[in-house]
């Protein structure tokens, strides 16, 4: 089940595996390809591969210092990329939660949507007045109260803390209450 949760609320890998892929086995077809041709006797479709190797050994001399610049960009962007994709964890905007007898993934968006209707029942405001964000570690919750009618943010957060607790969200994230400085006009 652990697998199964893993997979659910982790992204895949392999659309930059696929693309690194593709890459190395199109750059060794050409150089096959270059190098067959040679092997024959027949002028080269782009460029001899004898001559490329030498080309790529006098570097920098005869290439203009814009055309190296922008070509290092790329090369190191296209790496930033690939090292990137590969260490830092691929996460879905998903939490587990806590059940004995089954693995149940719920969407950050459902639990941002059940934590704002708690928080609008605590502060007694309209569906409009909230909106919360939940993230990994955390869950913004954003209220703007009604003109003239006294709210409290410790009283929204214990309720938003309370229905984060029988969700039992694994991981727990920290609940933090914004309320606007200015007022909405009641009904």
Avoid at 24 to 47: D, K, S
Avoid at 51 to 59: D, F, N
Wanted: net charge positive; proline share 7%; glycine share 6%.
């Amino acid at each position: 089940m652990d697998r199964v949760l893993a997979r659910e609320t982790t992204s895949s890998r392999a659309p930059a595996a696929v693309i690194a892929a593709v890459l190395v086995i199109g750059l060794c077809v050409y150089a096959l390809l270059e190098t067959a041709v040679r092997a024959v006797g027949q002028p080269p479709w782009l460029i001899d591969p004898q001559t490329a190797a030498e080309k790529v050994i006098a570097l920098p001399a005869g290439v203009p210092p814009l055309l190296l610049g922008v070509t290092g960009a790329v090369l190191f962007a296209a790496g930033l990329f690939f090292f990137l994709n590969a260490v830092l964890p691929g996460r879905r905007a998903r939490h587990v939660l806590a059940d004995p007898r089954a693995a149940v993934v719920v969407d950050d968006e459902v639990i941002a949507s059940a934590l704002a209707r708690r928080a609008r029942l605590a502060a007694n405001v309209t569906q409009e007045q909230v909106m919360v964000v939940v993230s990994r570690r955390q869950v913004l919750v954003n209220v703007r109260p009604t003109s003239g009618v006294p709210l409290r943010a410790t009283d929204v957060q214990a309720a938003v803390q309370s229905e984060l607790r029988d969700m039992a969200l694994s991981p727990l994230p920290e609940v933090r209450v914004n309320l606007a400085s200015s007022g909405v006009i009641g009904a």
